[in-house]
């Protein structure tokens, strides 16, 4: 009995030792844990070395959450500057206090500060409520990444799938995850392995001890392990057939996170019309246009009419402008085709954004003022509202009683921390869900 007990314990630990053996595998498959090995930084190296995984994904999440609307990893202008060389150019202890607050750092005087404020056309910087901990993290992983994006950038290579830097975004988050759960169950295999190797040694020993043993059973007590028996043993082969489901089931799942995520859609509108002409050029003011965008929750795309307070005059003889005229001939609106659609599920005011809050659009669109066609830059996630939610810092809202108090209060109870827009509630499921 006892004999067979601690047979099975020995099976039962060889099944989880290959458990063990192919997670490794697949966690090597992951990109994400290539880096899990890497020697830690030293000095000078720190820009190049790739930091510590936890705080790899971490940077990433943040990045990725907050900078990429406006931000390049390589040395590409978006709406600003590009990362690359950024420890270079400036340091960690300026850095920080930039990224918490850059109006703060221009306001000082700061002089490089301020010259890249007036070179960016006094675009304003969002402000992120990050700690420490976090800043780091992102600084490191802005580091890493920019040279590894330059890198890829030199190298002439076409880009298979077309991919923009953020279609990629949303997996990072859920992979995080995943990896997570991997190293947890990792740990628990490991603890179940080290069980059963007591128990194996505990009967072992104790069964040796006894003399009235049958023959037979001494013979299985004091039997080697096989490994060639590890290839044929059906436990074995099963957990490598789980392991091979999960990876594939694990497939599955992130594709069908990305459902519905619409991130880069830029569809041709049945008219050539070109923001970068409109906004860019001639500085026709978005709410000129777009006139619930700082009134209502819907930004309102523009009736034909508005189109014709100019194109009455303007341009009459263009094809395109003609579009606009057999538009309202036929009294049918143009066809514009949505870019940016949430969910009915969804509640989304632009006012609330845009006028209480004074973010610029192009924190939630990108520069749409440069794009001959719109592009929707950001996800639309749930969880890329929420992001900006935990870190965003509600400022702007001064000279206004209702915030005044607010303020007051949360400094009484917070201390110095600033106000994020979770601690007004905007995290509770009501105010974005009917
Ligand atoms: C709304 C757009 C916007 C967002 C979002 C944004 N930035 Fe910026 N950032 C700018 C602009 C514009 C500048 C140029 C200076 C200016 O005009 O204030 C800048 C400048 C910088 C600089 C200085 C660059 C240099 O070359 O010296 C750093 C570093 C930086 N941003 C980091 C970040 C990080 C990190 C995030 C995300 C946590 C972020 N930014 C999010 C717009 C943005
Ligand atoms: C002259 C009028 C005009 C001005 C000015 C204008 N827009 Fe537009 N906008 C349009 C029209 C027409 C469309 C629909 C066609 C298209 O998507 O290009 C549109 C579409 C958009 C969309 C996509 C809507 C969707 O379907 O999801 C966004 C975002 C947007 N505009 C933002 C802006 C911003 C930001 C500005 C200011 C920098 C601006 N617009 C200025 C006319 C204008
Ligand atoms: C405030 C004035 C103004 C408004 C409003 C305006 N436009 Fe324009 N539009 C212009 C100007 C100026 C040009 C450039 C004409 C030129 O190149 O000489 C232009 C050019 C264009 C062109 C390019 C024509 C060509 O063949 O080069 C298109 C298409 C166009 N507009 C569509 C629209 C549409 C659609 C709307 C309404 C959503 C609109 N515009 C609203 C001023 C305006
Ligand atoms: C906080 C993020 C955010 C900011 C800031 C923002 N938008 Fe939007 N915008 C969105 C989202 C989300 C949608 C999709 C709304 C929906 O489908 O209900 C959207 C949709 C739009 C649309 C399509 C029509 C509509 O209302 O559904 C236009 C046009 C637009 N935005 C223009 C602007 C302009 C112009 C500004 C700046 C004055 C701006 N947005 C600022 C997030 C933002
Ligand atoms: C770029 C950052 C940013 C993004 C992205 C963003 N928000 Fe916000 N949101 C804010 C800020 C800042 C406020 C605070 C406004 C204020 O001062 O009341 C706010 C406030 C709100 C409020 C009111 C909360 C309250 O308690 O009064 C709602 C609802 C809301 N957002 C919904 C959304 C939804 C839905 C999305 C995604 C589709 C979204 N937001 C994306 C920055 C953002
Ligand atoms: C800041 C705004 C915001 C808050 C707060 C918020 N949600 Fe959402 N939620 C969204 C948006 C936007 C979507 C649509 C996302 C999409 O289309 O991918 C969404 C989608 C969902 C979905 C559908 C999921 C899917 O993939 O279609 C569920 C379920 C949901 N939310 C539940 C919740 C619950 C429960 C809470 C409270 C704990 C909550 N939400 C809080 C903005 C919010």
């Given at each position: 009995m006892l004999a067979q007990c601690r047979n099975y314990c020995q099976k039962l630990a060889i099944f989880t030792l290959a458990l063990l053996f192919a997670f490794r595998l697949q966690a090597q498959d992951t990109p994400t844990d290539s880096g899990a090995t890497a020697a830690p930084d030293?000095?000078?190296?720190?820009?190049?070395a790739k930091p510590d995984e936890a705080i790899y994904n971490k940077g990433k999440a943040l990045w990725e959450g907050n900078?990429?609307?406006?931000?390049?990893l390589s040395d590409e202008v978006v709406v600003g500057p590009g990362m690359y060389g950024i420890l270079?150019?400036?340091?960690?202890?300026?850095?920080?206090?930039?990224?918490?607050?850059?109006?703060?750092v221009i306001a000082s005087g700061d002089a490089y500060a301020v010259a890249l404020y007036?070179?960016?056309?006094?675009?304003?910087?969002?402000?992120?409520?990050?700690?420490?901990?976090?800043?780091?993290?992102?600084?490191?992983?802005?580091?890493?990444?920019?040279?590894?994006?330059?890198?890829?950038?030199?190298?002439?290579?076409?880009d298979a799938g077309g991919a923009t830097p953020g279609q990629v975004a949303n997996t990072g988050a859920s992979s995080g995850y995943f990896n997570l759960l991997?190293?947890?169950?990792?740990?628990?295999?490991?603890?179940?392995?080290?069980?059963?190797?007591?128990?194996?040694?505990?009967?072992?020993?104790?069964?040796n001890s006894k003399e009235d043993l049958a023959e037979e059973d001494k013979e299985v007590v004091n039997q080697r392990i096989n490994l060639g028996s590890l290839f044929t043993s059906r436990p074995v082969l099963g957990g490598v057939a789980l392991i091979f489901l999960l990876v594939i089931l694990k497939g599955g799942w992130d594709s069908l996170v990305d459902v519905g995520v619409q991130q880069g859609y830029a569809p041709t509108q049945p008219i050539a019309f070109s923001h970068k002409l409109h906004a860019g050029e001639y500085q026709i003011d978005c709410g000129y246009c777009h006139t619930g965008v700082y009134k209502g929750k819907s930004a309102v795309i523009p009736s034909a009419n508005i189109c014709m307070n100019c194109h009455?005059?303007?341009?009459?003889?263009?094809?395109?402008?003609?579009?606009?005229?057999?538009?309202?001939?036929?009294?049918?609106?143009i066809e514009w085709v949505r870019v940016h659609n949430l969910p009915d599920l969804a509640y989304f005011n632009h006012a609330q954004h845009t006028n209480v809050a004074g973010l610029a659009c192009e924190n939630c669109h990108g520069?749409?003022?440069?794009?001959?066609?719109?592009?929707?830059?950001?996800?639309?996630?749930?969880?890329?509202?929420i992001n900006c939610h935990r870190q965003t810092v509600v400022e702007h809202a001064k000279d206004n009683a209702y915030y005044d108090r607010l303020l007051e209060y949360h400094g009484k109870?917070?201390?110095?921390?600033?106000?994020?827009?979770?601690?007004?509630?905007?995290?509770e499921c009501s105010k974005c869900h009917y």
């Open positions: 030293g000095g000078a190296a720190a820009a190049s900078c990429t609307t406006c931000h390049a270079g150019r400036r340091d960690k202890a300026w850095l920080k206090p930039w990224i918490k607050n850059s109006q703060a007036n070179k960016y056309n006094q675009t304003v910087m969002t402000s992120f409520a990050f700690n420490d901990e976090e800043l780091d993290a992102l600084i490191d992983y802005i580091a890493y990444e920019s040279e590894v994006a330059m890198k890829q950038k030199d190298a002439p290579v076409a991997l190293g947890i169950l990792f740990f628990v295999l490991v603890l179940i392995l080290a069980v059963l190797l007591l128990m194996i040694s505990i009967l072992s020993r104790f069964l009455n005059q303007v341009k009459i003889g263009s094809p395109e402008i003609q579009k606009i005229y057999k538009a309202i001939e036929n009294n049918r609106p520069k749409i003022e440069e794009m001959e066609v719109v592009q929707q830059r950001a996800p639309l996630t749930m969880g890329w509202c109870m917070r201390g110095n921390e600033p106000m994020t827009v979770e601690q007004i509630g905007g995290l």
